[in-house]
DNA sequence: GGAATAGTGTCTGTAAGACATTATGCC
DNA sequence: GGCATAATGTCTTACAGACACTATTCC
């Protein structure tokens, strides 16, 4: 059956309404991309009969140019009229680090209006995971503006006050990013607000050494995220390479955590996350471990 | 101590910069914010003895004009240069509904280059949950053009094939919106591809009739959130009015999670999140309940 | 008493937390 | 044998699922 064209009030189709449309009537604002690229990686061990110590790294790139010049900066760029934001994210990904294929996904978009002092400009933070060994190793690593900074999280303190109908409260989170000898630090606060059955959550930068714009905050929140899937998702396996001990699975849980776990536990727990393989660990100074794999066929959490 | 100025290979410092900058260079998208405005609604029930059912509403509007005229979809509208994302989104919950102080969430930025047909638009969705009984009844209601419709959400059939380093997992969803004999119908595809270790996940409109836009997969996206978060915070607590029997609170959540469940274990559940009063319900055709409200003395979940 | 819903008691199975114990390779 | 880590056994506690049962009001 054929459909009798809709017209609108000037009588127009759809079709000869699109024609004449003008796309350049409003003032708009700029969107880009922000890119939080994380990865875990080991180090170099003084006692060899130890195990090597991990840890959690997120690649930022100092910036050459104003605003905030000489700040760092998460990896980013404006998203074109003619790419998917998600594919501005991978374009970005991909100059970064060479690589395409690695989990990523698009986390929360910063819309405040004084975020960029050039004009107005509202950001799409997207997150990857990548396996350091997988990683080419020129990927921001020779370059002096880009590095991967070794990441640490620590819940300073909660405040929490009573009002007539709810209370607020504060929480306070320190971000320490480091760097052989670049220290990048700040303070970033969490106010949630309940009033009558109302829920309300501010981010505000309390502290602020060295991050450019508004990343400080856009880092906090990955890493909250982060915690937060590694507990009920798989994610956590873009993070490893294809095989793996459980204890450096578990560490790896750990130290996205920022908790210990007990090995007992935490193997009955992701028992079916895994298959075992044939193959152990060679050469270390103790008892070689059993190595895993991502077991692929189990669908999903 | 006095910061020496930092400049850039031009030799301008940061002010000098700011002040030289052209923000018109880049061709840019347009950004909007549309809105999921979800509440629960009483249905009058034929045996007074019985409970009155309750359903899931969703706030829909009309287009008037091209493109999509005469198609229904989500609340929303440009986000302007001078106000933040958020206040975009407050600034259109509040022309729909006349109400502010509700609790919102951003869900997610939709950025595929063909979403518009007149041009590139981005858009972040908003989810609002609103008590029905203290919205302004006229908001939405009276006007031809707008209205609440009851939301329907099916899993059809989730097939699955299996690859070489992984699998293709499928998922069909059919979202039925009905208002009196208004009847709006579609089918969304979650396909999630698993290839070694990486996890993608794409949606698409299988079937439409009566959406705009992608409306129809931001509405399947917002369920599936809303009943994820549903089960690990206190949001439902923002459909409910000030005082609410369990039962009724155990309704919303039953209809928001689409199962039944077991009145002791649910209320052992949610023992903690709320605070009994000294009220009964009346005049039901059966024993009288007593009636609650929300904790607000107990922190996040 | 019957209809309808409100609310509780309790058994069972599963899973997490905690700690102890055994196993293994390398020096 | 001792160091370091790998891996498992098992006790306890907590909690979710399931079902049966009691309670209360209105007709």
Redesign the interface.
């Known amino acids: 059956m054929p459909k009798k064209p ?4 000037n009588g ?3 079709e000869q ?2 024609q004449s ?1 003008d ?1 350049g009537m ?6 880009t991309v922000d890119m939080l690229i994380f990865t875990v990686m080991e180090q170099e061990q003084d006692n060899y009969r130890k195990l090597s110590e991990k840890s959690l790294q997120l690649l930022m790139i100092q910036r ?7 700040q760092w900066a998460l990896p980013g760029g ?2 074109g ?6 594919d ?1 994210a991978l374009r970005e990904l991909y100059s970064e680090t060479n690589i395409d ?3 990523m996904e ?1 986390l ?6 004084g975020r960029d ?4 400009v ?1 950001s ?1 933070s997207y997150m990857a995971l990548v396996d350091r060994k997988t990683l080419d190793v020129q990927a921001g690593d020779d370059a002096a503006d880009a590095g991967w900074f070794e990441v640490m999280y620590d819940v300073l303190e909660s405040g ?1 006050k ?1 009002l007539a ?3 607020v ?1 504060e929480q306070r989170i320190r971000i320490t990013l480091q760097k052989e000898d670049i220290v990048l630090s700040g303070v970033v606060t969490i106010t ?1 607000t ?6 309300r959550v501010r981010r505000e930068i309390a502290e602020n050494n060295g991050f450019a714009f508004d990343h400080l905050k856009m880092i906090q929140y990955a890493i909250e995220r982060l915690r937060g899937k590694v507990e009920y998702t ?2 956590i ?2 993070l ?1 390479p ?1 095989l793996f001990t459980l204890s450096e699975l578990q560490r790896v849980y750990e130290i996205i955590l920022g908790r210990e776990l007990l090995a007992p536990a935490f193997r009955r727990k992701i028992a079916d996350s895994v298959t075992e393989t044939d193959e152990f660990t060679k050469d270390a100074g103790h008892r070689p471990s059993k190595l895993y794999r ?1 077991r ?2 189990r ?2 959490r």
């Open positions: 809709v017209t609108d009030r127009l189709t759809e309404f699109l449309y796309a409003y003032e708009r604002p700029s969107v050459g140019e104003h605003p905030y010049l000489g404006f998203a009229v003619e790419e998917s934001l998600e501005a294929n690695v989990y698009q929360y978009t910063w819309g405040d209006v002092p050039r004009m107005r509202i799409s929490r009573e109908e709810g209370y409260e949630e309940v009033q009558g059955h109302v829920r798989d994610i396996f873009n490893m294809p991502y692929v066929d669908g999903s």
